[in-house]
């Protein structure tokens, strides 16, 4: 089935390092994107959203980069700081216009001070 | 603006016991999930209400838990009777009417032994 998966289970960094999260996804007709931080013992956050007519987009300390042809996204943590330990999901609904949300397994970001 | 409220934060009941979780939503929002979320895998969707009616209850194990959202805002969810296999993190979303972007609650913890 269609399905929204990450290639990394944990990463490991050094505080000030910039960390790369990556997601692949199946459904070549998703045209939306979400990426959430989810702290231990706290509910899913959103950081960042992209839209399948954009290539990248930039927040604050935060950049994710869409690549269709390979139907591959990333989340880029600039400078990461201990504060930005957590699990971070992928998500994106199903099918156009559908607002059920579909979430990989997570990658777990580890920073060391 | 406040977010989404959950209650208890915590839960712990025998096999066999029933147990209910509440969930208010983000003011306005008219679309509101209810989310399982077992240990070190993503949340998957179980319920998904738009104002007090059900749009996606699919993933929902019927003989066992029930959800209702009587007045459009408000929502419980509900296990009776709990399975030791029911033990993972509820988390409750919100949306702007059918919205992909959700925003999520901090969620209860339930442990059934």
């Known amino acids: 089935g269609e399905s929204v998966g990450l290639h990394l289970p944990t990463l490991s960094v050094q505080e000030g390092d910039n960390s790369i999260i990556n997601c692949a996804y199946s459904?070549?007709?998703?045209?939306?994107f979400i990426w959430y931080k989810q702290e231990s013992g706290k509910g899913p956050q959103f950081i960042i959203d992209?839209?399948?007519?954009?290539d990248k987009r930039q927040g604050q300390r935060v950049t994710v980069l869409l690549n269709k042809t390979v139907k591959h996204l990333s989340l880029q943590i600039a400078a990461t700081q201990p504060g930005d330990s957590a699990v971070y999901f992928c998500?994106?609904?199903?099918?156009?216009?559908?607002?059920?949300?579909?979430f990989g397994k997570g990658t777990m970001l580890l920073v060391s001070p | 603006e406040a977010g989404v409220a959950q209650s208890p934060r915590y839960k712990i009941i025998e096999k066999r016991q029933s147990v209910a979780f509440w969930c208010n939503p983000i003011?306005?929002?008219?679309?509101l999930y209810w989310y399982q979320q077992i240990l070190g895998q993503g949340p998957k969707l179980l319920i998904q209400?738009?104002?007090?009616?059900?749009?996606?209850d699919s993933q929902l194990p019927k003989d066992r838990f029930s959800a209702e959202r009587l007045k459009g805002v408000d929502s419980t969810l509900k296990i009776q009777p709990a399975k030791l296999e029911d033990s993972a993190v509820y988390l409750c979303?919100?949306?702007?009417?059918?919205?992909?972007?959700?925003?999520f609650g901090p969620g209860t913890r339930l442990t059934v032994t």
């Open positions: 979303a919100s949306s702007v009417s059918r919205a992909p972007l959700q925003y």
């Open positions: 459904n070549s007709a998703s045209d939306y």
């Open positions: 992209i839209r399948s007519n954009m």
């Open positions: 998500a994106e609904p199903p099918r156009s216009g559908y607002s059920t949300l579909t």
């Open positions: 003011s306005g929002h008219a679309t």
């Open positions: 209400f738009q104002n007090n009616g059900v749009v996606d």
